[in-house]
């Protein structure tokens, strides 16, 4: 490993696994199971990112009588549940192990994730697609606030001891974009995710990639490697 090391840090709903099908059902779960109308999905894939109780103080809008912290272990519990029977449906997206293959193979690079996902519903993923080990430095919603508040990126930074110019956040929403650029990390988006393009451009997202195998060029070009 060289004395300065590259940073690569991952989002995962959106950008590394496609949960949204998950997401959806068990949001929908949530809210039909305190009497009320599930968002549509459009709503609900956009607040994909945050934590969950924000998401959902989002998503009940004006419903002040709504019980956001009953309704988050609501969700939780049909997220554990769908894990555990045959209906789980979290795929890596196309080519993202293959990516992550190939960087973990550079001697001065670094991975890691920062995601909404808590703890456990993070080991779940990585144990799910043999990626345990693979990243170095996990952040997750039990230990921060929600994005985009930077200190999900600035803990992985103090962690690895990488200087934030040496860092890039890949994301799917505008609030990893914004996460990136509040702690004055690279930032690079995907368009497969659950945010516009244009949305992500908007915010600031430096390069936008439409497959994987995009990855690796882009990043080259970011930090000059050879």
């Not at 550079?106 to 144990?127: E, I, Y």
């Not at 430095?137 to 985009?148: A, F």
Request: one cysteine or more.
């Amino acid at each position: 490993m060289s004395a300065e090391p590259y940073l690569i840090l991952f989002d995962v709903d959106g950008t590394l696994v496609d949960s949204q099908r998950m997401i959806v059902a068990c949001m929908e779960t949530a809210f039909r199971a305190f009497d009320r109308e599930p968002p549509s999905r459009q709503q609900t894939l956009s607040i994909v990112g945050l934590s969950l109780e924000d998401a959902f103080m989002r998503l009940v809008g004006d419903d002040l009588d709504a019980p956001i912290r009953a309704m988050a272990a609501r969700y939780k519990q049909a997220f554990f549940d769908l894990r555990a029977s045959a209906d789980r449906d979290e795929p890596l997206y196309p080519g993202a192990r293959e990516a992550i293959g190939l960087l973990s193979r550079r001697p001065d690079v670094l991975l890691g994730v920062a995601t909404g996902k808590s703890r456990r519903g993070l080991q779940s993923v990585l144990d799910h697609h043999g990626l345990t080990g693979t990243f170095v430095t996990l952040q997750s919603s039990d230990d921060h606030p929600s994005k985009p508040d930077p200190s999900m990126v600035l803990e992985a930074l103090r962690e690895t001891g990488v200087k934030p110019e040496r860092a890039v956040i890949i994301g799917d929403t505008t609030y990893d974009i914004e996460m990136g650029r509040a702690a004055r990390i690279n930032t690079v988006g995907v368009s497969w995710g659950y945010h516009e393009v244009e949305r992500l451009t908007a915010v600031g997202a430096e390069v936008i990639l439409n497959d994987y195998a995009e990855l690796e060029p882009a990043l080259a070009r970011l930090f000059q490697w050879r």
